[in-house]
Nanobody
Framework: QVQLVESGGGLVQAGGSLRLSCAASGRPFSYYMGWFRQAPGKEREFVAGISRSGASTYYADSVKGRFTISRDNAKNTVYLQMNSLDPEDTAGYYC????????????????WGQGTQVTVSS
């Protein structure tokens, strides 16, 4: 079992930055980690993923070049640095852990956090 707790969300103006954190417990270093987001009335979508060691990352096209995912296995924490935020980035952001690498499907992730809200004003 892996428990995930997100933090760092909030209200930010367009063009601003936020860093989300996902604190994990229960052997999280054994899993690939991902960030997803879900806006009201929309399906949950993949944002970014990272391998177990942190050496490999992958991103949705919509955030590539603006968001950076990283992990600190010593601290059992995964981060999502979000720069140049746009109102279209407004959503609940969720951390997830899974056993398959380079997957963007929500069904491939076994454990989920409760989410943190990011609101970007124009």
């Amino acid at each position: 079992q892996v428990q995930l707790v997100e933090s760092g969300g909030g209200l930010v103006q367009a063009g601003g930055s936020l860093r989300l954190s996902c604190a994990a417990s229960g052997r999280p270093f054994s899993y690939y980690m991902g960030w997803f987001r879900q806006a009201p009335g929309k399906e949950r979508e993949f944002v970014a993923g990272i391998s177990r060691s942190g050496a490999s990352t992958y991103y949705a096209d919509s955030v590539k070049g603006r968001f950076t995912i990283s992990r600190d296995n010593a601290k059992n924490t995964v981060y999502l640095q979000m720069n140049s935020l746009d109102p279209e980035d407004t959503a609940g952001y969720y951390c997830a852990a899974g056993s398959r690498i380079f997957t963007v499907a929500t069904g491939d992730y076994e454990f989920w956090g409760q989410g943190t809200q990011v609101t970007v004003s124009s």
